[in-house]
């Protein structure tokens, strides 16, 4: 049963740390999303990556938010230093595009409450 | 960019039918529909591709008008099982086919 995996599930830390959330996603899919939820804002596209490639980030804050993939298992989202705001569900999902995105498979999310 | 939803939310009674919308001001190249439970992940439910396209997942189907840049989800016969929020997102043309999600909306049904 194929499925996006991410690590950890939940994360809470003080404000300033460091934090790291990892994503596995499913083995053949060519593009991985990072996206952010919270009651205000909803579903938040941060960043995406096609063939290990970024396409977007704009939706990153670029002082302190980075995405990485560092192989086609891997996909990374670091907040350095974190704050109180950034608390919210961050969810990896992977598709495979050919000419047009097909489905997005979500993880179960990463939690995060930064205090 | 981002899509309208419409209604925001709705509360019907086991068995009653539903219609959720989603708008954009810009041209579209496709609409994705999920759903979302409380404290899960979002699960597809349908890709609308083509302008005046329409698909159908057992009770719940949806409709793609290009021209208007509308899609509408329709729910019949609602189950309890039904119940979540709803999202649609849209790929707009000139956009590297990046998804815009809609704000959701949100459904309750009662037994």
């Given at each position: 049963?194929?499925?996006?995996?991410q690590t950890p599930r939940h994360k809470?830390?003080?404000?300033?740390?460091?934090?790291?959330?990892?994503?596995?996603?499913?083995?053949?899919?060519?593009?991985?999303?990072?996206?952010?939820?919270?009651?205000?804002?909803?579903?938040?596209?941060?960043?995406?990556?096609?063939?290990?490639?970024?396409?977007?980030?704009?939706?990153?804050?670029?002082?302190?938010?980075?995405?990485?993939?560092?192989?086609?298992?891997?996909?990374?989202?670091?907040?350095?230093?974190?704050?109180?705001?950034?608390?919210?569900?961050?969810f990896c999902a992977s598709g495979h595009?050919?000419?047009?995105?097909?489905?997005?498979?979500?993880?179960?999310?990463?939690?995060?409450?930064?205090? | 960019?981002?899509?309208?939803?419409?209604?925001?939310?709705?509360?019907?009674?086991?068995?009653?039918?539903?219609?959720?919308?989603?708008?954009?001001?810009?041209?579209?190249?496709?609409?994705?529909?999920?759903?979302?439970?409380?404290?899960?992940?979002?699960?597809?439910?349908?890709?609308?591709?083509?302008?005046?396209?329409?698909?159908?997942?057992?009770?719940?189907?949806?409709?793609?008008?290009?021209?208007?840049?509308?899609?509408?989800?329709?729910?019949?016969?609602?189950?309890?099982?039904?119940?979540?929020?709803?999202?649609?997102?849209?790929?707009?043309?000139?956009?590297?086919?990046?998804?815009?999600?809609g704000a959701g909306t949100k459904l309750?049904?009662?037994?």
């Amino acid at each position: 049963d194929a499925r996006v995996t991410q690590t950890p599930r939940h994360k809470v830390t003080e404000m300033g740390q460091e934090v790291t959330m990892r994503c596995q996603p499913i083995l053949g899919h060519n593009t991985v999303f990072w996206y952010r939820q919270t009651m205000m804002q909803g579903l938040e596209l941060l960043a995406y990556f096609r063939n290990r490639a970024p396409l977007d980030d704009s939706g990153m804050p670029k002082d302190r938010f980075s995405a990485e993939m560092p192989d086609a298992t891997l996909a990374t989202l670091k907040i350095q230093p974190s704050e109180p705001r950034d608390s919210a569900v961050y969810f990896c999902a992977s598709g495979h595009y050919r000419t047009v995105n097909t489905e997005a498979f979500f993880g179960q999310g990463t939690r995060l409450t930064v205090v | 960019q981002q899509p309208v939803q419409s209604p925001q939310a709705v509360i019907l009674r086991e068995g009653e039918d539903a219609v959720i919308n989603c708008s954009s001001s810009k041209a579209l190249y496709s609409v994705h529909w999920y759903r979302q439970k409380h404290g899960e992940a979002p699960v597809f439910l349908m890709i609308l591709l083509k302008g005046g396209e329409q698909k159908g997942h057992e009770k719940i189907s949806a409709s793609f008008n290009e021209k208007k840049q509308q899609s509408s989800l329709y729910l019949t016969a609602s189950q309890l099982s039904y119940s979540g929020t709803y999202f649609c997102g849209t790929e707009l043309k000139d956009s590297n086919y990046q998804l815009i999600w809609g704000a959701g909306t949100k459904l309750i049904i009662k037994p």
